[in-house]
């Protein structure tokens, strides 16, 4: 039977199955307007002899249990009645669903098959047609299994990213998909359902020649036969993988390190986040919901941050925090996970920080680019800007002639001349040596901060010229340049020995909690 007879049929018999239940109705409501006339009938005092009075009563009781009985009869006739149109109405859900799915491929196969109409006339219009038959379209996949938490309550998700991709790695289609735990529980076995999945949308594409992009050795290895599985439930799909594989005319594995997979990872992710929130209402309307795993509160999915490489999520205030600490220290910005390094980016970061908080940001993360012993700042208090040696150097050479020779340089900011070792605007007819033993040119600033330095007993650093201060902790330094002394002397210490024979630690210093401050 064709398509649409089969639809044609099927929408004759809804209209039957209504017509009949309609007429059911009907005839139920005539019966019941006959018992009440016949009850009305046996209750009238017109009678002539009240004894028949019980047998009417007696046959009104028969009746209204008659009554009962048809009622029954006719609710279950109703209840089939009911099953059977919401499964037609089920079945024509579906139908529909099937062919708005198989249009879509249809589409998609037209605008594969453009494609490469175009790319195969702009191949032999170049002579070069036989490398363009050789292009394979790339498959990126990624399965993950995470631990979430959804209120108060810890689980494991897991989900799926697919994405096929043309020659150009133009995304074609891409696919995200919860996966049940219950019959997944690694990694591994998430990795290779997406690798089944993103097959299956390629044949289901009408695709002949694949790369697939895989970032999980174990896969790879898997895929490319350099190991056999052992366990029955990673050989059943990796099966159903080979028979996929001889659906196509060329197929290929490629490993690849977590930043190419970026794509797939996120689609994953966002199979797993679409578990872990839940809809709810406010008093704007309804929301979705997600628990943020620090603060372990409530939060609206718009009010939660994702990092942008391990795209791990917290909600604005925590990430806030997060930021600010890590600024307050004068470390590098990463993402707040266990474990996790990835750097979270400062363009991503207006939704929760104020613009002043993004400015220091962006220097720290400047400043963390630039090794310490390489840093300079302009020592112009208006611009105080960081550039490293070798920069400022190529740009003052550009400024003057004999800039390395003589130490002058020229911030890039302000064009302030400074001198690169006193760090100091530039001293004209002196040598640095002559500037630092000349107590005019001071500043009243230098003189305060070496002031201070001497009554709070600050030790500077000979490699790098910061001033270190020891809070708490034994007398043996390491500075933040990597340069290591005594703090008492400031003698050097070569493989972690001391090259002085002054004390290693005072007791006061040490039986505090704490950590040296720099």
């Known amino acids: 039977m064709e398509g649409g007879d089969l639809e044609a049929a099927v929408a004759a018999q809804r209209r039957e199955l209504v017509a009949s239940r309609a007429l059911d109705s009907d005839a139920d409501y005539a019966f019941?307007?006959?018992?009440?006339?016949?009850?009305?009938?046996?209750?009238?005092?017109?009678?002539?002899?009240?004894?028949?009075?019980?047998?009417?009563?007696?046959?009104?009781a028969w009746l209204v249990g008659g009554d009962g009985d048809g009622d029954g009869d006719g609710d279950g006739r109703s209840l089939a009645t009911a099953l059977m149109l919401d499964e037609m109405e089920r079945y024509a859900q579906e139908h529909q669903d099937r062919e708005h799915c198989e249009a879509e491929f249809r589409r998609m196969r037209q605008d594969l098959d453009r494609r490469?109409?175009?790319?195969?006339?702009?191949?032999?219009?170049?002579?070069?047609?036989?490398?363009?038959?050789?292009?394979?379209?790339?498959?990126?996949?990624?399965?993950?299994?995470?631990?979430?938490?959804?209120?108060?309550?810890?689980?494991?998700?897991?989900?799926?990213?697919?994405?096929?991709?043309?020659?150009?790695?133009?995304?074609?289609?891409?696919?995200?998909?919860?996966?049940?735990?219950?019959?997944?529980?690694?990694?591994?076995?998430?990795?290779?359902?997406?690798?089944?999945?993103?097959?299956?949308?390629?044949?289901?594409?009408d695709l002949k020649r694949l790369n697939v992009l895989i970032s999980d050795v174990r896969l790879y290895n898997y895929v490319r036969g350099i190991q056999l599985p052992r366990q029955s439930k990673i050989a059943a799909p990796l099966n159903e993988v080979t028979m996929l594989q001889k659906k196509l005319t060329q197929f290929g594995a490629t490993l690849v390190g977590p930043n190419d997979s970026k794509y797939a990872y996120k689609l994953a992710r966002d199979a797993i986040v679409s578990q872990i929130s839940w809809p709810e209402e406010t008093n704007h309307g309804k929301s979705l919901k997600e628990t943020c795993v620090i603060c372990f509160e409530d939060k609206s999915v718009t009010e939660m941050f994702s990092v942008e490489e391990c795209l791990h999520r917290y909600c604005f205030t925590c990430m806030k925090r997060h930021v600010e600490a890590k600024l307050l220290d004068g470390v590098m910005i990463t993402c707040p996970h266990d474990g996790?390094?990835?750097?979270?980016?400062?363009?991503?970061?207006?939704?929760?920080?104020?613009?002043?908080?993004?400015?220091?940001?962006?220097?720290?993360?400047?400043?963390?680019?630039?090794?310490?012993?390489?840093?300079?700042?302009?020592?112009?208090?208006?611009?105080?800007?960081?550039?490293?040696?070798?920069?400022?150097?190529?740009?003052?050479?550009?400024?003057?002639?004999?800039?390395?020779?003589?130490?002058?340089?020229?911030?890039?900011?302000?064009?302030?001349?400074?001198?690169?070792?006193?760090?100091?605007?530039?001293?004209?007819?002196?040598?640095?040596?002559?500037?630092?033993m000349s107590s005019a040119t001071a500043t009243a600033g230098d003189a305060q901060l070496k002031s201070l330095a001497r009554k709070r007993l600050w030790r500077e650093c000979v490699k790098c010229k910061n001033l270190v201060e020891l809070a708490e902790g034994c007398y043996h330094i390491t500075c933040r340049c990597g340069h290591e002394f005594c703090y008492t002397c400031g003698a050097e210490w070569r493989n972690k020995k001391a090259t002085c024979s002054c004390p290693i630690w005072n007791e006061r210093n040490i039986i505090r909690d704490g950590r040296r401050r720099y």
Request: proline share 5%; net charge negative; charged share 20%.
């Open 116 to 205: 490469a109409g175009c790319l195969s006339s702009a191949a032999s219009s170049s002579s070069s047609s036989s490398a363009s038959s050789g292009e394979c379209f790339r498959v990126h996949v990624k399965g993950l299994v995470s631990e979430e938490w959804i209120k108060d309550e810890k689980v494991v998700v897991a989900g799926l990213g697919v994405a096929v991709c043309d020659f150009k790695d133009n995304v074609i289609i891409e696919l995200k998909k919860p996966l049940i735990n219950d019959v997944l529980v690694s990694d591994l076995e998430a990795e290779i359902e997406a690798l089944v999945q993103g097959l299956h949308a390629a044949v289901c594409l």
């Open 32 to 60: 019941q307007l006959q018992l009440m006339e016949a009850v009305r009938a046996s209750l009238s005092p017109s009678r002539p002899s009240a004894s028949r009075s019980p047998p009417a009563a007696a046959d009104g």
């Open 340 to 436: 996790c390094n990835s750097e979270v980016k400062i363009d991503s970061c207006g939704g929760f920080l104020e613009p002043n908080v993004i400015s220091i940001m962006s220097q720290r993360m400047k400043e963390a680019s630039v090794p310490v012993t390489e840093r300079v700042y302009c020592p112009n208090p208006r611009c105080s800007t960081l550039m490293s040696k070798q920069e400022v150097l190529e740009y003052s050479r550009s400024a003057f002639v004999g800039a390395e020779r003589s130490r002058a340089r020229n911030c890039m900011k302000c064009q302030f001349f400074f001198c690169v070792d006193c760090k100091v605007p530039w001293h004209y007819n002196m040598t640095c040596y002559e500037y630092q």
